[in-house]
C-alpha cells in the first residue's frame, strides 16, 4: 500500500529556511503527481508546489521564488526546500501523491511548521 511520512516541519525564526521531505514506500514518486500542501488553522488546505511525471512544476504565487519543489528518483523522495520564511507560511505541510490514471489521492499524516520569532 502506498505511504507517505513527511518529515523535517519545526519552529523556525522569519526569513530562515526548512527542508520537508517526504520519503514514499508502495510506490514509485516518478510515476505519480506529487505534491506539498498546507493547511493553517481555520483555512482550507491548499496546494503550495506540485510536480508531475515529466518533472514540470507549479507554486502557489504566494511562495513562488522562495520554495522549490524537487524529486529523488534513486531515494523515492520528494522534497519542498523553503527559504526566506514568514509568519504566514505557518501551518501543517502534507504530502501528496496522485496516479495519473486515478481519480485517488494518498496523503501522510503531516508535519507541523510554525514560522515565528
Known amino acids: 500500500q502506498v505511504q507517505l511520512v513527511e518529515s523535517g516541519g519545526g519552529l523556525v525564526q522569519p526569513g530562515g529556511s526548512l527542508k520537508l521531505s517526504c520519503p514514499a514506500s508502495?510506490?514509485?514518486?516518478?510515476?505519480?503527481?506529487m505534491g506539498w500542501y498546507r493547511q493553517a488553522p481555520g483555512k482550507q488546505r491548499e496546494l503550495v508546489a506540485r510536480?508531475?511525471?515529466?518533472?514540470?512544476?507549479n507554486y502557489a504565487d504566494s511562495v513562488k521564488g522562495r520554495f522549490t519543489i524537487s524529486r529523488d528518483n534513486a531515494k523515492n523522495t520528494v522534497d519542498l526546500q523553503m527559504n526566506s520564511l514568514k509568519p504566514e507560511d505557518t501551518a501543517v505541510y502534507y504530502c501528496?501523491?496522485?496516479?495519473?490514471?486515478?481519480?485517488?489521492?494518498?496523503w501522510g499524516q503531516g508535519t507541523q511548521v510554525t514560522v515565528s520569532s
Open positions: 501528496n501523491a496522485r496516479p495519473p490514471w486515478a481519480l485517488v489521492d494518498y
Open positions: 508502495g510506490m514509485r514518486v516518478s510515476d505519480y503527481i
Open positions: 510536480i508531475n511525471t515529466r518533472s514540470s512544476t
